[in-house]
C-alpha cells in the first residue's frame, strides 16, 4: 500500500492535463495517476478516422509518452473508491491512500446494450466511430457502399460529443458525392432526441444542411436491434417504447448508449445517476472537499467534450491547490464546451456555448456558417494543441483569445 498527496484515476484528456499541472507544482513522488492501458486516443480525431481522411494510429500515443515526468504511473485498475477511508482499491487488491482525490475515468460506452448489435460488427456495414475497435469499419463501410440505406442513430442521453453521430453522416454525403453514388444512398438521421442539435442557432444552421444535403430526419427513434441476417435496425419509438419501427441498412453507424463506469456508479462519491456528483463551477465535490472530477465522469451538465476539459483542467488545478493551502475553491466554470461540427471534408461549423446553451464563440466571424478555416482548425491546429499544449497542462481553453479577438467585449 502506498501514499500520495494526489492521486489522479484515469490517464485520458482530463487525468493527464491535471496530473500534468500538479506534479508540476507539487514535484516528483506526490502526484500519481493510475491508468490500466498503454495507449492513450485523442478520441476527436476518430471523426476524421472514420471518414477515411486521417489513420487510427495518429489518434494514438504510447501511454508512456504522455504520462507526466513528474507523475508517478500506477499501471492498473481502480476497483473500489473509498471517500471515508480517502483511498481507491485496485485490481491487485493494493489500496492506494490519498490526501486529494481527481476523478477522470471517463464514461462507459455500451455497445452490448444493443441487443445483436456486438456479433453485427463482424458483419459489413455495421460500424462506430465511438471506439478503436470500431471506427476502421467506418470507412470501410462508406468505400464498399452501393445502394441502399445508410442509417446513423444518436442514442438516449447521455454521450460524449453529441455533435459526433451527425459528423459523420456529413462525411459519409460528401463521400458518396465524390464517388458518384450519392443517388444510390437514402441518408437517415434517426435520433432519440426532438431536435438535430441542443443550441439553437446551431440547430438553425444545421437544419439547413440536412436540406442541402437531402438527408431524411426520424426524431424520436431509439436503436434497440440489429439483426444482421436480415440487415435490419430496430427502433423504439420514443413516445410509445412499446412500439418498435425497422429499417433495412446498407450501412449502419451506431453511436451506443454510454453510462458511468460501474467503479464511480457503486461508490459514495456518485450522484443519483451515478456520475461523480460536484460543483458545476469549481469541481470540487459536493461532500467531500479532498475529492475533485472533471470530464465524462462527473455531472457537470455541459456537453462532454475534450474542448470542456479544456477549461476544466485548469479550474480544477487551481481549486485543489487553493483548497490544499488552506483557501477556498472559487466558482468560474460557465461550463464552456465547443463541438467542431464538421460538414463535410473541408467545411466545419465551430460550435461553442456554455451552460445555458447560449453561444460563447472565439472568433469575432459568425461561426454558424460553415467554414474551411474551421475544417483546418479541427483536422489539424486542434490536434497540435492537444498533444502539445492540454496533455502538458498549458491549455486554459480559448478564453484570453477570446477576449483579444473580441477586444475585451466578450465574457
Ligand atoms: P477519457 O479521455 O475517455 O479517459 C478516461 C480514462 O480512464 C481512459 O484512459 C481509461 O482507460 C481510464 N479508465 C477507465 N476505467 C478505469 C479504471 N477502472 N481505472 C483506471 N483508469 C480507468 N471532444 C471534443 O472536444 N471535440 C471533438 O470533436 C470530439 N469528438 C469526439 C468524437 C468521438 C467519436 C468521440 C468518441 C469523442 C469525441 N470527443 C470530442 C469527446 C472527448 O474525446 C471526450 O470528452 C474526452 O476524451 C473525455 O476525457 P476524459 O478524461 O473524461 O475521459
Ligand atoms: C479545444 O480547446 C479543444 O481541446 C483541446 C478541443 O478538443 C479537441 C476542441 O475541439 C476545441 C474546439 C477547443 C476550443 C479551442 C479553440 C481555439 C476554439
Known sequence: NST??????????????????????????????????DTHYYQPLWTLVGGGAKSLS????????????????IKNEVKEIDPETNSVTLENGEKVFYKY???????????????GLPEAFSTPGVCSNYSPKTVEKTFNALQDFK?????????????????????????????FRKHGKRQNANIMFNTSGPAIFAVKKYAEALMKVVEEKDITLNFGL??????????????????????????NY????????????????????????????????????????????????????????????????????????????GGKAIPSYEGYTSCPLITG???????????????????????????????????????????QMLLKGRWSGPKTFRKIMHLGMSR
Open 58 to 73: 495518429s489518434s494514438a500515443k504510447a501511454m508512456k509518452d504522455v504520462m507526466p515526468p513528474k507523475a508517478t504511473w
Open 345 to 387: 471534408y473541408n467545411s466545419c461549423i465551430l460550435a461553442e456555448f456554455d451552460f445555458d446553451l447560449q453561444p460563447l464563440e472565439t472568433f469575432p466571424i459568425n461561426q454558424g456558417k460553415p467554414r474551411w478555416s474551421m475544417y483546418y482548425m479541427k483536422a489539424d491546429v486542434m490536434r497540435m494543441i492537444y498533444w
Open 147 to 175: 445502394e441502399g440505406n445508410a442509417i446513423f442513430t444518436f442514442p438516449k442521453p447521455p454521450l460524449k460529443c453529441p455533435g459526433a453521430p451527425q459528423k459523420i453522416m456529413y462525411l459519409a454525403d460528401s463521400y
Open 222 to 247: 431509439n436503436l434497440v436491434e440489429v439483426k444482421p441476417d436480415t440487415k435490419e435496425a430496430v427502433f423504439e419509438k420514443m413516445s410509445s417504447p412499446e412500439e418498435t419501427v425497422s429499417y
Open 101 to 115: 482525490l481527481v476523478v477522470a475515468l471517463g464514461i462507459k460506452v455500451k455497445f452490448e446494450d444493443i441487443k
Open 4 to 37: 500520495y498527496e494526489v492521486v489522479v484515476a484515469g490517464g485520458g484528456s482530463g487525468g493527464i492535463s491535471v496530473g500534468c499541472r500538479l506534479s508540476d507544482k507539487l514535484g516528483a513522488g506526490n502526484v500519481a495517476i493510475i491508468e490500466p492501458n
Open 250 to 325: 446498407e450501412m449502419l453507424h451506431v453511436s451506443p448508449p454510454c453510462g458511468p463506469l460501474d467503479v464511480v456508479k457503486s461508490s459514495k462519491i456518485a450522484d443519483a445517476a451515478g456520475f461523480v456528483d460536484v460543483n458545476k463551477e469549481t469541481m470540487q465535490h459536493v461532500k467531500y472537499p479532498n475529492v475533485f472530477s472533471l470530464g465524462d465522469c462527473s455531472n457537470i451538465p455541459t456537453s462532454k467534450t475534450a474542448a470542456a476539459i479544456a477549461c476544466q483542467n485548469a479550474i480544477l488545478s487551481k481549486n485543489l491547490l487553493a483548497v490544499r493551502a
